[in-house]
C-alpha cells in the first residue's frame, strides 16, 4: 500500500529546470561546446558536477581543466543559477501542482523531496512550499546521483518505508530510471518517460484519480 510520494523538484514543482538550462547554456558558450537539445535534455535530474563533465565532455573539453578550475566554473553557473531562482514566487508553482499537493495532504500521503538540487531548501521556500514536506534528502551525503537508485532509497529509509510504498515522481528520464532502479513506482510528468509506470504529458493533469485510473 503506497504511503507516501518523494518528489523531485526542479521541471517537477516548478519551471526551474528553465533556468538550469539557462545557466548551463551560458557554460556551454564559455567552454565552447555546442549547446544542443539532446545534451539540454541529457542535464536534467543529474547533479552539478556530473552536469559540468557531461558539458565539457560534449564539447571534447574534458581534459582542458584542473579540478580546481571544473569547482570554479561549476560555483559560476550556480552564481548565475541562484540570480535566476531569486525571483521566484508562489506563482511560479507549475499548474496543478499545489492541487495535487494537497490533495496528498488531504488523503494523509506523506511527503519528502527528492531533489539532485543542493539548491531544493530554498527554491521551496521561494514557492513558500516547504511546509508540504516532512523531509528533503541531503543529496551532498549520497554516494551516486540519478540515474542511480540512492536518492530515492534514501527518502523511503528517511520516512521508515519500504520502496513499495513509495511513489516517485519526476520529469527526466535520469530520475524516472532512478526510481525504478529503487524499486519504487514511477509517475512521469512530459515526454519520452517511456519507463514510468504512470504518465502525464503536464502537470495540470495529475491527480489521484488520474493515477489510479492508469495503474488499474
Ligand atoms: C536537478 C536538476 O534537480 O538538480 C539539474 O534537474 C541540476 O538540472 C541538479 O543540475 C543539481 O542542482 P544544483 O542546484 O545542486 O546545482
Ligand atoms: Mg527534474
Do not use: C
Amino acid at each position: 500500500e503506497i504511503k507516501a510520494f518523494a518528489f523531485d523538484l526542479d521541471g517537477v514543482i516548478a519551471d526551474t529546470a528553465r533556468f538550469h538550462g539557462q545557466a548551463w547554456h551560458q557554460l556551454a558558450d564559455q567552454v565552447g561546446t555546442e549547446w544542443t537539445p539532446e545534451l539540454a535534455d541529457g542535464l536534467k535530474g543529474v547533479g552539478r558536477m556530473d552536469s559540468l563533465e557531461m558539458i565539457l565532455k560534449a564539447g571534447g573539453h574534458e581534459n582542458d581543466y584542473t579540478l580546481a578550475e571544473k569547482e570554479a566554473l561549476a560555483t559560476q553557473k550556480n552564481d548565475n543559477y541562484l540570480r535566476l531562482v531569486e525571483t521566484l514566487t508562489p506563482a511560479d508553482i507549475l499548474p496543478g501542482m499545489q492541487a495535487f499537493l494537497d490533495e496528498l495532504k488531504a488523503q494523509g500521503y506523506r511527503l519528502i523531496l527528492a531533489s539532485a538540487s543542493k539548491n531544493a531548501p530554498k527554491v521551496l521556500g521561494y514557492l513558500k512550499l516547504s511546509e508540504y514536506f516532512e523531509d528533503i534528502v541531503d543529496p551532498a551525503k549520497l554516494a551516486h546521483s540519478k540515474p542511480a537508485p540512492d536518492i530515492y532509497l534514501q527518502a523511503a529509509k528517511q520516512l521508515g518505508l519500504q520502496p513499495n510504498q513509495v511513489i516517485g515522481v519526476e520529469d527526466a528520464q535520469a530520475g524516472i530510471q532512478a526510481i525504478k532502479a529503487a524499486g519504487e513506482l514511477a509517475i512521469g510528468i512530459g515526454d519520452n518517460l517511456t519507463d514510468a509506470d504512470v504518465t502525464f504529458a503536464t502537470t495540470a493533469e495529475v491527480s489521484l484519480a488520474a493515477i489510479a485510473s492508469q495503474l488499474s
